[in-house]
């Protein structure tokens, strides 16, 4: 499979997404990625001014930590795997292909991908506001956590040689 590119920090992320939204007419895009066999990425597929849409996939057991995105609202549609999501009181809920979740900004939660990995899922995201970072992650104490830190259980990316999606 040819190289498709993940976003390997937040601000490369933010350039991406920058860089997709500059699009003056409709971006077509494939769901397609080679699987990680340990950590996690993200593959900036479309985004406009207030929208974004980013395939993200998780080896086994990957998982990141209790957080809300106070500036956007998401779904993860889940394509491949299973995973559980967590919430701040100790709610669970496990989805599987077909299935999805829509967080409000206002939402902690926390997810962790099934042993049998890997996950492979669709977010698609929109900002509440046109002014404030999409990007900010938020713990419950109130602190900004970056997605690719150790607080967010960031781990080096290892690809796989032969499994891809899509």
Known sequence: MADVEYAVSTEDLRQRLETLAETEGPTFFRLRATLPEQGRTEIPMAAGKTMSVILKTYAGLGENELHRHPNEEHVFVILQGKATFYGPDGETKTVGPNEGVFLPGTAFYRFQA??????????????????????????????????????????????SEDKVFG
């Open 114 to 159: 099934d042993a049998s990995g890997p996950l492979v899922m669709l977010r698609v995201g929109a900002s509440v506001t046109s002014t404030e970072d999409v990007l900010l992650r938020l713990d419950p104490e109130g602190n900004d956590v970056d997605g690719y830190s150790d607080a967010n259980k960031q781990v080096d990316v290892i690809l």
